[in-house]
């Protein structure tokens, strides 16, 4: 079965933890992303990597911290220092192939800070 | 840096009639793409224009992409119960790798 697992599918932590939470992917895509989505708002960038090894931050990178040590997966910690941590997060890949750069997102983790 | 405004932000509509959303960037996108996202659910894709001007159909739904290439449309056509969800525009800019989302569109269909 093909696609992008995020686990777990709920997540609650107590302020002052770091926490990370798992994304796996078997699409053989090279890029993948991380966004955050609070209500009613858009999804935000937190950081995205196009290769292994290599990854960049997009707008809202502070307090979050990512690895990518292997294709399929692309990890997001969120540290301590994130001051609003409580979110609805998703991972993506790119399928850049025909021109038509669609991204694909998993089920998404819902985290919970109190 | 670049911005993608979406309104409205929140629709509700009888089922049967049709729905509206519009997207303005600040700054000239390469392509636009729309998603849609279930209560509940994550983001879909649904399509991409690239070209100015463009008109793209998919059975009731109209997409758009403006002359200038920054702004875009997405046009349902008698809604139905299945449409409901929040739709969401997402352009490029210099990277085609890269994707601002609008805030979305939340639609309501009461039956």
């Known amino acids: 079965d093909g696609g992008i697992t995020q686990s777990p599918k709920y997540l609650f932590r107590k302020e002052g933890q770091n926490v990370t939470l798992s994304c796996e992917q078997n699409?053989?895509?090279?890029?993948m992303y991380w966004y955050r989505q609070d209500p009613g708002q858009g999804l935000r960038l937190i950081y995205y990597?196009?290769?292994?090894?290599?990854?960049q931050k997009g707008d809202i990178a502070e307090g979050y911290s990512v690895s990518r040590e292997k294709k399929e997966s692309f990890p997001l910690t969120v540290t301590s220092a994130q001051k609003n941590p409580t979110a609805f997060y998703l991972c993506?890949?790119?399928?850049?192939?025909?021109?038509?750069?669609?991204?694909?997102f998993g089920p998404g983790t819902r985290l919970t800070v109190t | 840096g670049q911005q993608v405004m979406q309104i409205p932000q929140y629709q509700h509509v009888q089922e049967g009639e049709d729905f509206t959303t519009y997207c303005n960037s600040s700054?000239?996108?390469?392509?636009i793409q729309w998603y849609k996202q279930r209560p509940g659910g994550h983001p879909v894709f649904l399509i991409q224009?690239?070209?100015?001007?463009e008109v793209k159909k998919q059975k009731r739904l109209t997409f758009q992409f403006g002359e200038a290439k920054k702004n875009s449309s997405l046009h349902i056509t008698a809604t139905q119960t299945t449409d409901v969800g929040t739709y969401f525009c997402?352009?490029?800019?210099?990277?085609?790798?890269?994707?601002?989302f609008g805030s979305g569109t939340q639609l309501t269909v009461l039956p």
């Open positions: 993506a890949t790119l399928d850049p192939g025909f021109g038509t750069y669609e991204q694909y």
């Open positions: 699409l053989n895509h090279d890029a």
């Open positions: 990597s196009q290769i292994v090894n290599d990854f």
């Open positions: 700054t000239t996108l390469s392509n």
């Open positions: 224009l690239v070209k100015s001007g």
């Open positions: 997402a352009g490029t800019g210099g990277s085609a790798r890269q994707l601002t």
